[in-house]
Every structure is written in C-alpha cells, then in structure tokens.
C-alpha cells in the first residue's frame, strides 16, 4: 500500500455524524472543578485521544459519559439524545479501565459472558457470542482459564471482549494500558485500534502518554486544568500546537529564551520563524523539537545561524541518537539526529536550527 491511501482508508472508517457531544460540561467535587466548559464531540466509528497530565480531569469526563457521575452544568448527547438523565445502564457503552478489573472467580469466559446475562441473552447465544469475543481479542483458546492464570496483557484483552460483547454504541478506555510492561503495551494498544477500526465502534481512549495518543487516534483532546485545550489530529497537534502548554506536552521540545520582534523570534543571535507570526514583541520562552535541530561541526557555520556549544551526552535510540549539547551562551538543548553521526562527550559542535517556525511564550 502506498503511503497515500493510508489517509482515505482512514478516513472512510470515521463518518460525518456526531454520535457523542459534550456541551459545556461541568463537575465540581467541593470546591474543586473537574471539569469546566468542557465540550467535545466524537464522530461515528472515530477513536478520540483524551491527553492530560494526571488530575486535569480525564476520568472525570469519561465518567460523566458513562453516567458513573453527574454533571453540574452541561449536557451529554448520543446521537442527538440528551442522555444526563439516564443510568450507566441504559447508556449503552463499553468500558475498559486500568486495573484489571475481571470477577477473579469467573473464567475468562464467563467474565464476558456476565454482561449478556445480565441482558438475559440465551446461555447457547451467550456461549457463542463470548467466543466470537474471545477470538475477536486472541484469547480464543483461553475460555476456561481464570484471572490468575492470565497475564496482564491477557486480562485486559479479556476485559476489551468483555466491553465489546454487548456490542455497545461507544467504547470507553481508561488508561487501559499502563499496568503493562512497555513491549506489551505496544502491541495491545496496536491491537485496540486494528479492533476499533474493523468494528468501527466510536472510542474515548483516555491516557497520560502523549506517545500512545499520537499512535492510536484519529483525534487528540488535550486536557488541562478540567478543559480541553486543542482538539486535533496527531498531526495538527505536532506540528501546530495552539499554545505553549501543548508545545511543551505533545512531544519533546527545548525551550530556549528569546526576544520576539516583528513577527520572528531571535535566540542568541539567531533568527527564527514565528508559528503565530502576530505574536507580541517583547522577552519569550521558544520551544524547538529535537528533530528540528542539527549539528555541524564547529568553525563551519556563519554567524547568526547556529549556536556555539560542548556535547554533554549522546544516547543511541535504536532507530535515531539523541545528543545534549551545553550551550556556550548558557542552558542545555537535544538535538536528534542520524544514529551514523557519533558526537564525542566533550566535544565542541554547532547547534544549527532547521528553519521550521516554533511556538513561543511571553517570559515572564
Ligand atoms: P485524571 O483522570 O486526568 O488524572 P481525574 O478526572 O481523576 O483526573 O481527577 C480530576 C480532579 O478531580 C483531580 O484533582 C482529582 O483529585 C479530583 N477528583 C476526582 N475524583 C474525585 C472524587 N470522587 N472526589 C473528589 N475529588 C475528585
Ligand atoms: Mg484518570
């Protein structure tokens, strides 16, 4: 497949018709706000990312989806439906969470099953559809086996075809991978999304890791503070993140002090792009990616386009280095480059910038 059909087979999965809207949404627990002026939608067959740092507020908003809390302001439709009023019950969603939640004295089977029970489905369809949903996950062969005698991977993939089984409208994911070792978590999160987009059930996949959001959405919500603070695919969101907050979130970036003036931003001589060429004059932080950044040997670049600086630590990645260079006018940068390129600890490098426009914020 060539890498321009990727876009328009994705695209064909997600459908133009809200299926979930949030709509200035609010919770208060005492005095604190969870959630404020919380709005995002969720289209047909599309997984939405909810990004933040611990305690901005993601469980909180798949918890009011679900019905598990109230809101205080705000309402919550599916499909066009005001659902604040109904019980978890008659929302007709899926969940999954971080800790292993299976019924320890059930096999894996009857875990699955234990929802269409409670739909009163027919023991002979239950049997079936719970081996339709183990074979969905992998776990075909693993009917009989109880929580104990499955790995973490395995509950929680059990757990998923326990979501899945009553073929619910929505599928919420809270951080459902960040009980497992890094290896699994990788291929579990692979496995979710080949699942999500065969079904083309909508998803809220809430995590902390902005890598996993990036990997696994079609969409990325970052949260902060109770609010979301851009919504965007992975690709918006790292290349255009709306303000410094997301900058400094979604993916790794250098912050270096510098002066904006008419539309550019100079860092220790050097002239830089604006991302949002309005910017205010005046003192700023500027955010660089490591990738953005390249090094030169030192004595061969013309001055006011690179910065002078001794490599402090050079670290092979596998696949790419990423090397820490202590600036000579002060502060330390990453640059990422070739794994070819071998900088010696202590030797002195240029730091040259690629040219592409970085956010900044005022310095204050
Ligand atoms: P996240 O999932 O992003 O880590 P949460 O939604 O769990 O964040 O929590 C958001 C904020 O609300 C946190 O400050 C948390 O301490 C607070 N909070 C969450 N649940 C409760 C609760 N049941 N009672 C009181 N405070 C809560
Ligand atoms: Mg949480």
Same mark, same amino acid.
């Given at each position: ?31 604190? @706000?969870? &959630?404020? %002026?919380?709005?995002?939608? #969720?289209? +047909?067959?599309?997984? =939405?990312? $909810? ?119 929505? @599928?919420? &994911?809270? %951080?459902?991978?960040?009980? #497992?070792? +890094?290896?699994?978590? =990788?291929? $579990? ?176």
């Amino acid at each position: 497949m060539s890498h321009t059909e990727t876009p328009a087979l994705q695209q064909k999965a997600v459908q133009q018709k809200t299926v979930v809207e949030f709509s200035g949404v609010a919770k208060r627990y005492g005095s604190h @706000l969870a &959630l404020t %002026e919380f709005d995002l939608t #969720l289209q +047909a067959g599309e997984l =939405v990312a $909810l990004l933040g740092p611990s305690g901005s507020g993601k469980t909180t908003a798949l918890r009011v989806l679900a019905g598990l809390e109230s809101c205080d302001d705000g309402r919550i439709l599916i499909n066009g439906d005001d659902v604040s009023g109904l019980p978890t019950s008659r929302r007709d969603m899926g969940m999954v969470f971080q800790s292993y939640s299976l019924f320890p004295h059930l096999s894996a089977g009857e875990n699955v099953e234990f929802g269409l029970r409670m739909r009163r489905v027919p023991s002979i369809e239950r049997r079936e559809r719970a081996a339709a949903a183990l074979a969905l996950v992998g776990l075909d062969a693993h009917y009989g086996r109880f929580a104990h005698e499955l790995s973490g991977g395995q509950q929680q993939r059990v757990a998923l075809a326990r979501a899945l089984v009553t073929r619910p409208r929505v @599928l919420l &994911l809270d %951080e459902p991978l960040s009980a #497992l070792d +890094a290896k699994v978590r =990788v291929q $579990l999160r692979d496995q979710i999304r080949r699942i999500q987009t065969e079904l083309g059930i909508t998803t809220l996949f809430v995590t902390h890791d902005q890598d996993e959001a990036l990997a696994v959405a079609d969409r990325v919500a970052v949260m902060r503070d109770g609010r979301i603070e851009q919504v965007g695919t992975p690709e918006e969101l790292y290349t255009r993140p709306a303000t410094p907050f997301i900058a400094d979130f979604v993916g790794l970036s250098n912050r270096l002090p510098g002066v904006v003036r008419h539309g550019f931003a100079e860092v220790h001589g050097v002239v830089l792009p604006l991302l949002d060429p309005s910017h205010a004059d005046g003192p700023v932080r500027v955010f660089v990616r490591p990738e953005d950044l390249t090094l030169a040997t030192a004595g061969t670049s013309p001055a006011g386009t690179s910065l002078a600086g001794t490599v402090l630590l050079s670290s092979f990645l596998g696949s790419l280095r990423r090397t820490s260079v202590q600036l000579d006018q002060g502060g330390t940068v990453v640059v990422q480059h070739d794994v070819r390129d071998r900088p010696m600890v202590g030797a002195a490098v240029l730091v040259r910038f690629a040219g592409a426009p970085v956010p900044v914020e005022a310095a204050i």
